[in-house]
């Protein structure tokens, strides 16, 4: 079935609205793992319960006669949304930023590595990360993220808490409502910006010779352009 099959039989309520709601349940059942448990790190039953709540909050717009372009995409992103609010009310509750949780941050993203260095192909944390022994390759992981930590904190106070909420998976629409942004495009724009800041205060630590971050200086002097 089609999706533009899928919401008309949304709109027919009944049994054609329990049916569809199935199929969606079916086919996007993937995204409790791919976002939920993998790119979040919540428990599967978190993560499951994320995903029923965007299926419900999907059925309410299509009843509402809300315009929905693309449902895959549209599922995508209310599962996310869902499962960084069950993340935030953990954090609430524990008082610790998920940035600096080691159970909730088990690497930094790879698009914040390929931003950080302006690499083309290959990603800096899997070239620092390509040991044999897992201890020393979580050591090192966990020094990378204190490094960008320390640099962070350097930073202003609400740029700071953009790039973490940024790095810890909100999209650039959250960001938008979060921090006031006119629009999605300035908080791209101020993304950016951010990351330009982070970029000169990881340059100053390295000059200064700051332990924590002798792995990422080490592979960052190796690039000209750094």
């Not at 079916?26 to 409790?32: A, E, P, S, W």
């Not at 790190?41 to 999907?58: C, G, I, R, V």
């Amino acid at each position: 079935m089609s999706d533009d099959q899928l919401i008309r039989m949304i709109q027919q309520g009944g049994s054609p609205r329990e049916k569809a709601n199935r199929h969606l349940q079916d086919k996007y059942f993937y995204l409790i793992r791919q976002v939920g448990v993998r790119k979040l790190h919540l428990s599967y039953e978190e993560a499951h319960m994320a995903f029923t709540d965007a299926l419900t909050e999907l059925d309410w717009k299509i009843r509402q006669n809300e315009s929905i372009e693309d449902t895959g995409k549209m599922i995508y992103t209310l599962t996310h949304r869902r499962a960084v609010d069950i993340l935030r009310k953990q954090t609430t509750k524990t008082g610790t930023e998920p940035l600096i949780n080691p159970a909730k941050t088990a690497e930094l993203p790879d698009w914040f590595m390929d931003i950080l260095q302006n690499l083309d192909h290959d990603h800096v944390l899997n070239r620092l990360l390509r040991i044999d022994d897992d201890n020393e390759k979580r050591q090192r992981q966990m020094r990378i993220l204190a490094c960008v930590l320390k640099a962070l904190e350097q930073m202003p106070t609400k740029r700071r808490a953009l790039l973490t909420n940024k790095l810890d998976g909100y999209d650039y629409e959250e960001l938008t409502q979060l921090h006031g942004f006119k629009t999605e495009r300035v908080a791209h724009e101020m993304v950016s910006r951010g990351m330009e800041s982070l970029r000169d205060a990881l340059k100053n630590l390295c000059k200064q010779g700051e332990p924590v971050c002798r792995d990422l200086c080490a592979w960052l002097n190796r690039k000209t352009h750094f």
